[in-house]
Each structure stands twice: as C-alpha cells, then as structure tokens.
T-cell receptor
C-alpha cells in the first residue's frame, strides 16, 4: 500500500545534539512538507519541498534543516539551535504544488529533549 | 491572508447525541476548506473537503459540513456521536495560490461520554 513512513515513532535527544527525523513516501508525490505540532497550537509549517533538490522555509524554519536528494525522501534535522524542540513532528506529501487537497500525512515522530 | 478560527478548544458530547464543531475562516481568495481528524499520536486523516462545488459536503464516518459564505463558516456536524469519534479535529483553509497553502486551526478535542 502507498503511504508515508515516519521514523522513529519516539525520539529522545540530549540538549546540544542534532537529530534527524526520517520521512519516506512511495506515493510518487512531488511535494513534501514538515509540520510541527504543539498542544493547542495546531500545525505549523517548518519546511516544504516542491521538487527534488529544492526546498523552501516555512513559518518556523529557524533551528531546522532539510534535504531533498530523492523524490521519496525528505529528512528533517533538528539542530542544537532549535531552542524548544520537544514537539510532535508530522511529515506530509501532496500530489502537486498548489493543490489544496490530496495531502497524505505520516503518523508522526514525538521528539523529547532530555 | 488566510486563517481559520476554531471556536471551541474542547467539546464533550454523550454517545448517540449530535456533534457540532465550529469553524470560521478568513480568506482573500475563494477558499478550499477541509476538516481533518487526528487520533492520539497519529497522523491526520482527511474527513471531508469543500472546493466550490456543493455547499453541503459529506465526508467519511457520517460527518458532514456546510459552507456558508455569508457567515464565513464551515462547521462540522454528525447526527449521532460514536465512541470512536473521540479525537482532535482540525479545520483547514487553502487558497490554492502556492505550495505553502494549508492553514490550520488550533484544533478541537472531541470527547464522547458513554
């Protein structure tokens, strides 16, 4: 079945460390997205990519980095510069940029700083 | 600018009674509107979408929503709540003007009392 796989499901990070969250899709979608979810705040866009080797900052990109070397993969690195990284991170993909529907979400990674 | 306001952060209903989750939107364009559901520690699942066709939209699991332009509302309803409906619900607006085009409400947590 086609879908988006996020791993790991739970991740613990020590302060000062970088960590990378994985997002893989086999839907052949061009666009991929990373969202951060905090309690009571809905989803906020971190980065998005419309095509391989291209990505754009979202609303809260500071302290994060991404790459898009393959169509199927869009990993997110949470760097030590991110002051409050504890959150639930969701990856999504869509059929084509500019489409408002056709988003598929992964099941998320919960990151906790210890 | 696009935005959505979910008027209730938490709604509690008894099993078998109607559900009403309220959403108001603001959009510079003719909007596309969506409702997504999220069960604990899971990704988001599309319930239904409005894209300028019929104003009464039917979705999965018996949910429906009515687009009211005069009231800038897109409230989600269900005639009879089921225990499995307990989840977080997000109202989302899209302006279809670019890849970064989903704007999420802050969510409404639905509790269903047996």
């Amino acid at each position: 079945d086609g879908g988006i796989t996020q791993s790991p499901k739970y991740l613990f990070r020590k302060e000062g460390q970088n960590v990378t969250l994985s997002c893989e899709q086999n839907l052949n979608h061009d666009a991929m997205y990373w969202y951060r979810q905090d309690p009571g705040q809905g989803l906020r866009l971190i980065y998005y990519s419309q095509i391989v080797n291209d990505f754009q900052k979202g609303d809260i990109a500071e302290g994060y980095s991404v790459s898009r070397e393959k169509k199927e993969s869009f990993p997110l690195t949470v760097t030590s510069a991110q002051k409050n990284p504890t959150a639930f991170y969701l990856c999504a993909s869509s059929t084509a940029p500019g489409q408002g529907f056709g988003y598929t979400f992964g099941s998320g990674t919960r990151l906790t700083v210890v | 600018a696009q935005s959505v306001t979910q008027l209730d952060s938490h709604v509690s209903v008894s099993e078998g009674t109607p559900v009403l989750l309220r959403c108001n939107y603001s959009s510079s364009y003719s909007p596309s509107l969506f409702w997504y559901v999220q069960h604990p520690n899971k990704g988001l699942q599309l319930l239904l979408k409005y894209t300028s066709a019929a104003t009464l939209v039917k979705g999965i699991n018996g949910f429906e929503a009515e687009f009211k332009k005069s009231e800038t509302s897109f409230h989600l309803t269900k005639p009879s709540a089921h225990m499995s409906d307990a989840a977080e619900y997000f109202c989302v607006v899209s302006d279809l003007s670019g890849a970064n085009n989903l704007f999420f409400g802050t969510g409404t947590r639905l509790t269903v009392i047996p």
